[in-house]
């Protein structure tokens, strides 16, 4: 099994970034997927979530109406879309994909939200 993500980056405030992350190994479009994210000193939170079928999505608080999650199950492939982006954006975001009873992580990929 392997989620790979990818598209962090440093980013101004305001700007945007794409986050995606490829996976392998399993059956994805039976996955529920997520995105979380964890910033220096502070616990790991979950940032977005979409079941298999693309067609429920959930949301933190902090980042609604500025955060989309799609997928792409042809592609093994899941996004996420960050626009207006804050420096308390600043985290690794990390992959999570949910299959009955297992959980797959992925390595995590820098974003860096500073002027």
């Known amino acids: 099994v392997q989620l790979v993500e990818s598209g962090g980056g440093l980013v101004q405030p305001g700007g945007s970034l794409r986050l995606s992350c490829a996976a392998s190994?399993?059956?994805?479009?039976?996955?529920?997927m997520r995105w979380y994210r964890q910033a220096p000193g502070k616990e790991r939170e979950l940032v977005a979530a979409?079941?298999?079928?693309?067609?429920?999505?959930n949301y933190a608080d902090s980042v609604k109406g500025r955060f989309t999650i799609s997928r792409d199950n042809a592609e093994n492939t899941v996004y996420l879309q960050m626009n207006s982006l804050k420096p308390e954006d600043t985290a690794v975001y990390y992959c999570?994909?949910?299959?009955?009873?297992?959980?797959?992580w992925g390595q995590g990929t820098q974003v860096t939200v500073s002027s």
């Open positions: 190994g399993f059956t994805f479009r039976s996955a529920d």
């Open positions: 999570n994909a949910a299959l009955l009873t297992r959980r797959y």
């Open positions: 979409i079941a298999s079928g693309g067609g429920s999505t």
